[in-house]
């Protein structure tokens, strides 16, 4: 029985041969690959610059540093998404504040937003949910709204609660004339090796904020996040040893290895998205009768295929998931709302308050979606589950 697994890479480009030759080259750590990542990536996004680092995770808590959030903070963030949106607020000792979903939807609405805003509220943090991003515009207008006393110079710049997006599945998506990256006034991606771009694990950070220096914003990421060090090793090499520490940093560099797959990915990243929508367009077309399929937004980067099932009953959903796993074939939950697991629990989070998200998570199934994907292989996964929708009854 072959297997259809629920998204591994495509490695079809240059990727090997690039990493084979960070490898020859001797130097494996952050150094010129790296830079020439952040430079094509700052030109994907319509972006100035760009900070390559380990993890989307980093990425986002290295913002919330920059902000100077901390103690005493409020941040906003919607219930529905992955653990690590909410974790790294809980890093810098701010209060999360979690927000429902609307009916039916899985994105943070701006009047959620509007509604959760206090003179604490430093941040909000918008999650593009399956490659779909955020009505960033409304959610900008709401902070407007906010009584907010800046703490630093780049909160006075921004002038307002920083919008900021978990952009972990929008890498290339655009709304309206804005791609992914302009939209938020900063934003962080995920090249985790499920994401539609990979460096097997990494990350990165770009932002779109008026009046502020780029170069300056740039230099301050790169302090905070190798141990506030004023020479890379590439630098050390160059230029001499002798270094200062001008703050207690973190230590979430992106390696050259890592951004040598980056750069073979950019290269079929365009064909790569292609793929995506020929994809997503025949699941919808031969899913219609059976669920609801999630309607990505014509310029979505269709990270996932969500579908919403005809009944709101968790324990029949997990049933179809293991149906579907007997015939080889991998499904996933996109998520698991933070209120329901135990870290949230503890914090005082009620899944009761949040029941938007909790139904929305009671009848999601998401379906593999993959560039190596074929045509026939959809069709299975289409039939799969069409047949343990009927065998769980």
């Known amino acids: 029985m072959k297997k259809i697994p629920f998204s591994p890479p495509d490695l079809r480009g240059r990727e090997t041969e690039l990493v084979e030759e960070v490898l020859r080259s001797g130097w494996i750590t952050t150094g010129p690959m790296t830079a020439l990542l952040e430079e094509k990536l700052a030109n994907l996004c319509g972006t100035k610059r760009t900070i390559c680092l380990s993890s989307a995770t980093a990425a986002l808590e290295m913002t919330l540093h920059l902000l100077e959030i901390g103690p005493g903070d409020e941040v906003i963030t919607t219930a529905y998404t992955y653990s690590a949106t909410a974790a790294v607020i809980c890093h810098t000792g701010a209060r999360p504040v979690l927000v429902d979903t609307p009916p039916g939807e899985y994105h943070l609405s701006a009047d959620a937003v509007k509604n959760a805003l206090t003179p604490l509220t430093k941040a909000v943090i918008a999650v593009d949910i399956g490659g779909d991003l955020c009505d960033y515009l409304a959610i900008r207008t709401a902070c407007e709204t906010a009584n907010f006393k800046p703490r630093n110079k780049l909160q006075e710049a921004i002038g307002r609660p920083a919008v900021i997006a978990d952009a972990a599945h929008s890498l290339g998506a655009y709304r309206n004339d804005k791609k992914s990256g302009q939209c938020a006034d900063l934003s ?206």
Request: glycine share 6%; net charge negative.
């Open 188 to 393: 962080a991606f995920s090249f985790h090796a499920v994401k539609n771009l990979t460096t097997a694990e990494g990350g990165a950070l770009t932002w779109h904020i008026p009046d502020v220096d780029d170069n300056d914003l740039y230099r301050s990421l790169s302090l905070l996040s190798l141990h506030g060090q004023t020479k890379t090793a590439r630098e050390k090499e160059k230029g001499g040893w002798r270094y200062d520490i001008l703050i207690p940093g973190y230590k979430c560099n992106m390696t050259d290895i890592a951004a040598a797959i980056g750069l073979g990915q950019l290269e079929h990243f365009p064909n790569m998205l292609v793929r995506r929508r020929q994809l997503d367009s025949l699941y919808g077309r031969l899913l219609d009768a059976a669920v609801t399929p999630y309607r990505h937004s014509i310029g979505s980067s269709r990270h996932l295929y969500m579908v919403r099932l005809p009944f709101d009953d968790e324990a029949r959903r997990d049933k179809i998931m293991e149906l579907m796993k007997e015939v080889g074939v991998s499904a996933n939950v996109h998520y698991l709302p933070l209120p329901a697991l135990t870290a949230y629990r503890n914090m005082g989070f009620d899944p009761s308050d949040f029941p938007n998200a909790m139904e929305s998570y009671r009848r999601e199934i998401t379906l593999p979606m993959y560039t190596l994907m074929t045509d026939e292989e959809v069709h299975k996964v289409c039939v799969s589950l069409r047949e343990a929708l009927e065998a769980s009854h």
